[in-house]
């Protein structure tokens, strides 16, 4: 028989101190475990994304991150410089708009013409219609168009705009905007401030108080309207009464197309600052704002453009009580004419639209004092000025919108530097909207590609019209420069 195994003194020490380090790894790895178990939050508890981030705004690319609405995006997609996968919130609002307005509704949906690719970016959420663009959805792009300019990433417009360099095959591995050698020569100074705007005409018609409506998808429509009466007599017993009818018309909307189409070299996007990319989108809609609204006092109408105010059959004309060969001055008693003329027709009187010399002119006109025509006497507008107080644009009590989009070009005789000035119930003018913009980009094309440069191209569609043209008043043919 063998001797047992016996165990020494040393053996024992080892293996105890064996168990103690182990014991010790277990105990620092639970207390690790507990620690972030702390730091967890209960369940249900929302994150902080949730409880402070903006509105209606959704994860975009990174399932961890949040972004608005990235107009550079739209333009990184549509000139190729980045794929749709990095544009997702982009082309889902493209997506949904066109399903909206062209999807579900058959041959009466919005189509657009054209080869490649094509935008429909949000313009104004309140000239969606309320029945073909749900209001959650119109709520949702409000917001992500907010938390899309007040979130822009700066760093991030960059990499589009390098992106878009690449897109054009230029090798931007050998070139630097750090090195003056390598292509850092051609980058404005870091000092650079901002963009001084143009000085761009006011808008007239909506500041006057006329109605924006929104188009249906099919870009047409049309309102009922009563054009006269019925007629009352008075018979005697036992006689007929006379039959009447009530006429009645129609106002139709019809949308017309007004673009506009930058051509922009590609240098202006490689070297250029972010802000590029805002004064092209800012500069394309403020300009079909203002040739929407320009069109609506002046258009001479037809199948592509609205008709001008000044041009509407039915609208009143009076002229000034002081006529002459050359141009008709201003008078202070026709602006009570005009409002008559207004209020004789059963409108109602809101506001006048001139430019601003006419209405200062107006103000300079005084009453006689001594003798007929010395001019001396108390101004006849805006009676009581006080010293540091700002003129009021009102006139004869009603407010006046003033804007250089009111033609200073008209001519009489020799005078070719007239204007006019427009007057009515401006709340009866309609002006419909197609809710979006239609952006597209391309850098094909033969002049395109050999001049090396992007073309870029927005489409409003939009028509004006009159509910009633008697409620609106003209007066032409005014020097205001004597």
Not at 219 to 226: L, V
């Amino acid at each position: 028989m063998s001797a047992p195994a016996t165990t020494t003194l040393k053996e024992v020490a080892e293996a105890t101190q064996k168990n103690s380090a182990a014991l010790e790894t277990v105990t620092k790895t639970l207390g690790d475990v507990v620690t972030k178990l702390k730091s967890m939050p209960a369940p249900g508890t929302p994150s902080k994304d949730a409880v402070l981030g903006a509105p209606w705004a959704r994860h975009g690319e990174d399932a961890m991150s949040s972004r608005g609405f990235s107009f550079m995006k739209m333009l990184g997609v549509l000139t190729g410089a980045i794929g749709p996968e990095h544009a997702k919130i982009e082309t889902d609002i493209h997506a949904r708009l066109h399903k909206c307005y062209a999807g579900d509704l058959g041959k009466d949906g919005y189509e657009y013409a054209g080869r490649g690719l094509k935008f429909l970016a949000p313009l104004a959420t309140s000239y969606m219609h309320e029945d073909v663009v749900p209001t959650n959805f119109r709520r949702e792009m409000k917001g992500l168009v907010t938390h899309g300019v007040g979130g822009a990433d700066q760093d991030e417009m960059a990499w589009i705009r390098r992106q878009q360099y690449k897109a054009l095959g230029y090798g931007q591995k050998d070139m630097s905007w750090l090195s003056e050698l390598r292509g850092g020569a051609l980058v404005a100074p870091p000092e650079m401030g901002e963009l001084i705007e143009l000085l761009r005409n006011k808008e007239a018609l909506v500041n006057a108080g006329a109605r924006t409506v929104p188009l249906p998808p099919q870009g047409r429509m049309k309102y009922p309207r009563q054009t006269t009466a019925s007629l009352t007599y008075w018979v005697g017993e036992n006689l007929p009464i006379t039959a009447s009818d009530i006429g009645t018309g129609e106002v139709t909307l019809q949308a017309k197309k007004l673009a506009v189409m930058i051509k922009a070299p590609n240098e202006l996007i490689r070297f250029a600052s972010p802000a590029a990319e805002a004064l092209m989108r800012d500069d394309m809609t403020k300009s079909l704002a203002l040739g929407l609204d320009l069109a609506g006092l002046e258009g001479l109408g037809g199948d592509t453009r609205p008709l001008g105010v000044i041009y509407q059959n039915g609208i009143q004309t009076v002229s000034s009580s002081s006529q002459g060969a050359d141009g008709d001055a201003l008078v202070g008693k026709d602006i009570y004419r005009m409002v008559a003329a207004v209020e004789e027709a059963n409108a109602e009187f809101e506001g006048w639209i001139m430019r601003p010399k006419t209405l200062y002119r107006y103000y300079q006109l005084r009453a006689d004092a001594v003798a007929q025509g010395d001019g001396q006497g108390v101004w006849l507008f805006n009676l009581i000025r006080e010293a540091g107080d700002g003129v009021k644009p009102m006139l004869a009590g009603y407010p006046v919108t003033k804007s250089t989009q009111v033609s200073g070009t008209q001519t009489k005789g020799a005078g070719t530097n007239l204007t006019y000035i427009l007057g009515g119930m401006w709340s009866d003018m309609l002006i419909g909207m197609f809710g979006a913009i239609e952006f597209a980009a391309t850098t094909m094309g033969d002049t395109a590609f050999t001049n090396d440069q992007t073309w870029v191209r927005g489409i409003l569609s939009a028509d004006i019209a009159l509910r009633h043209p008697a409620a609106f008043v003209y007066c032409p043919q005014l020097n205001v420069n004597g």
